[in-house]
Structures are given as C-alpha cells and as structure tokens.
C-alpha cells in the first residue's frame, strides 16, 4: 500500500449513502405530517382560551 492509495473505500461510500437515503425518506415522511395538520384560521380560537386581545 502506498501513500496516495488510503481513503474510506465502498464501505465509507456505503455507510454515507444509506444514511442521505434515510434522511431523504424521513424528510419526505415529515412532509406529509406536516399537511395533515389542521391550523385554525380564525382568531376566536384565542378569544374561547383566554389567549385573545385584552378589551
């Protein structure tokens, strides 16, 4: 073995590629969650918690 032939080979190379195709499906998994979330549009949502503007 010389000094130019050194690095982290296939399994390197494997090892980061599972972990970016992992991440790439997590990612796509978290999006969809996201949109089944219900935000409410109204502020009388606030009002009915006491969260709502002091009058």
Do not use: C, W
Request: proline share 5%; charged share 20%; aromatic share 8%.
């Amino acid at each position: 073995m010389d000094a130019t032939s050194y690095g982290p080979g296939l399994l390197g190379f494997l090892v980061v590629a599972g972990i970016g195709l992992a991440l790439f499906f997590l990612l796509k998994n978290m999006n969809k969650q996201m949109r089944k979330i219900q935000v409410p549009h109204d502020g009388h949502e606030d009002e009915r918690h006491g969260n709502g503007p002091e009058a």
